[in-house]
């Protein structure tokens, strides 16, 4: 069976640093993304972790431990326009994704 | 350069009915897969299609189906329509080598009475 965990919301101040988790359970597995979805928007992705370790994409970083089946999006200096949904993906196979339920964001000022 | 696109943008059917999504790929994309999102829900998995022939699939029934055609676009048809296939539906493309990586276009809203 395959199965993603995060949590359903955050709420942070503008200028704070967020860091949502996803752990997952799957029978196999290429790697992990990110993807952040705008109300009434389409996914934009925001990072890919095939290997353990760290990815940083400007504010946005990703990690990885395949050892854990844990993974996390950090997002820094939140701004305003940071307030979404984000999603965790696992590729179990490929050309395959399964996508969790999302974080909904939610940026004060 | 264009992006994925979609048509129609927003469809009202009833029960039973069938139904045909279309989706052009980002230019210089080959693979094309389909989504089902309900409202508050991450995208589910639909299924993938690749030099037009379906290369993965997730748990969907076999009233879900999909074509590509030569020129990469592609079409989703559900047939005999329930309520709870309301949903958007979104088009995602990717490159043969980039499947961690995929644009997807701005969704099909289908209302099902």
């Known amino acids: 069976g395959q199965s993603l965990e995060q949590p359903s919301e955050v709420t942070a101040v503008e200028g704070a640093i967020v860091q949502i988790n996803c752990t997952y359970q799957t029978s196999g597995f290429y790697g992990l993304s990110w993807y952040q979805q705008h109300d009434g928007g389409a996914p934009t992705f925001l990072s890919y972790n095939g290997l353990d370790g760290l990815e940083e994409t400007g504010r946005f970083s990703s990690f990885l431990s395949r050892s854990d089946s844990y993974g996390y999006l950090l997002l820094q200096e939140l701004q305003m326009k940071d307030s979404a949904s984000y999603f965790c993906a696992v590729t179990p196979s490929w050309g395959k994704f399964q996508f969790g339920a999302g974080t909904q964001v939610v940026v004060t000022p | 350069d264009a992006g994925v696109t979609q048509s129609p943008t927003h469809l009202i059917k009833t029960r039973g009915q069938q139904v045909t999504l279309r989706c052009s790929p980002k230019?210089?994309?080959?693979?094309v897969s389909w989504y089902q999102q309900a409202l508050g829900q991450g995208p589910q998995f639909i299924f993938q299609y690749y030099e037009e022939e379906e290369r993965q699939r997730g748990n969907f029934p076999d009233r879900f189906s999909g074509h590509q055609f030569p020129n990469y676009s592609s079409e989703l048809n559900v047939n005999a329509l329930l309520l709870g296939d309301s949903a958007l539906y979104l088009c995602?493309?990717?490159?043969?080598?980039?499947?961690?990586?995929?644009?997807f276009g701005p969704g099909t809203r289908l209302t099902v009475l």
């Open positions: 230019s210089g994309h080959d693979t």
């Open positions: 995602a493309s990717s490159g043969r080598g980039g499947f961690n990586e995929q644009f």
